[in-house]
């Protein structure tokens, strides 16, 4: 069975750090891809950043570059999402997701993802 439980979120003041982690299970989690969205209230769902474990591709939405920072432990079948400098902006409930690739695949679409974390929710007061 495939799962992903992602951890980490909790209340920071704007510009303080939050690290998540999305513990995988039930797939070859070196072999796949592992993406971060965010839905904030009324809000459709983003991408945020994903890290493509076969390469070690990386891609960041414009809005956390330079902030934001998407890493893998193989040996732990975990991937983390540093976020530093947050903003109030930022606050939303945060999900990890993967799943098979295909001829068109883009992981920045949440769409294109196939098993869902149950989210956790960063709150940045202002």
């Known amino acids: 069975e495939v799962q992903l439980q992602a951890s980490g979120g909790g209340l920071v003041q704007a510009g303080g750090s939050l690290r998540l982690s999305c513990a995988a299970s039930?797939?070859?989690?070196?072999?796949?891809?592992i993406g971060w969205f965010r839905q904030a209230p009324g809000k459709a769902r983003e991408g945020v950043s994903y890290?493509?474990?076969?390469?070690?591709?990386?891609w960041y939405h414009e809005s956390v570059k330079g902030r934001f920072t998407i890493s893998s432990d193989n040996a732990k079948n975990t991937v983390y999402l540093q976020m530093n400098s947050l903003k109030p902006e930022d606050t939303a409930v945060y999900y990890c997701?993967?799943?098979?690739?295909?001829?068109?695949?883009?992981?920045?679409?949440?769409?294109?993802?196939?098993?869902w974390g149950q989210g956790t929710l960063v709150t940045v007061s202002s």
């Open positions: 997701a993967s799943g098979p690739q295909y001829y068109n695949t883009d992981y920045r679409r949440k769409n294109d993802y196939m098993w």
């Open positions: 039930g797939f070859t989690f070196a072999h796949y891809a």
């Open positions: 890290i493509d474990n076969r390469d070690v591709f990386t």
